[in-house]
């Protein structure tokens, strides 16, 4: 008789994978504007109580869009609201560069932080249905590392981009 209580039960797999990705490089790309986004500000004329603004609101975004999103996993479904504030999160991300004014910056960095909010609050609740129980504080241990690990390329990362591509 197979004693089922020495098993191990899997932590690593496809999904758990997928979703440690996901985590490092939503924290990554979050934090690769975090450093140079005042400098592009700045270079459009924006003065330094415009650059606190611009850098405050996304964290305004995030506190009103994350009961929201908690509101909104329990009725409507973890991974649906996880992809629309990823694909939020994304889109934002990505006009950064097309954002000719300090005023298109500043309402797409609320988008920016709406999406922030919603995509890290329900990461954390899909990623804990995909961890076995039995190794649940293992599971989200390897979770949370992910996004402290995402600062430690992001600083150099950020400045190689910005001295390559802004200060041609």
């Known amino acids: ?4 209580r ?3 039960t899997p932590l690593w797999t496809k999904d758990f994978i997928i979703i440690l990705l996901t985590n490092l490089f939503l924290y990554f790309s979050f934090q690769l504007l975090l450093p140079t986004l005042p400098v592009y500000i700045q270079s459009l004329g924006g003065s330094d109580g415009i650059i606190g603004l611009v850098t405050g609101i996304s964290t ?3 506190i009103i ?3 929201l999103a908690g509101i909104f996993l329990d009725r409507i479904g973890k991974k649906g609201i996880f992809l629309t504030g990823l694909l ?4 934002a991300v990505l006009a ?3 954002l000719p004014t300090v005023l298109l910056i500043l309402i797409f960095r609320f988008i920016h932080g709406f999406g922030w909010g919603i995509s890290t609050t329900s990461i954390s609740t899909v990623v804990s249905d995909k961890i076995p129980r039995k190794r649940f504080g293992e599971g989200i241990g390897y979770f949370s590392l992910t ?3 995402s600062s430690h390329g992001c600083c150099s990362s950020n400045w190689l ?3 390559k591509y802004v200060l041609i």
């Open 88 to 91: 939020i999160f994304i889109v």
């Open 96 to 98: 950064y560069r097309w």
């Open 6 to 8: 020495n098993v191990k």
């Open 161 to 163: 981009i910005y001295y």
């Open 147 to 149: 996004g402290r690990k």
């Open 65 to 67: 869009s994350r009961p």
């Open 1 to 4: 008789m197979t004693d089922f």
């Open 60 to 62: 305004i975004a995030a």
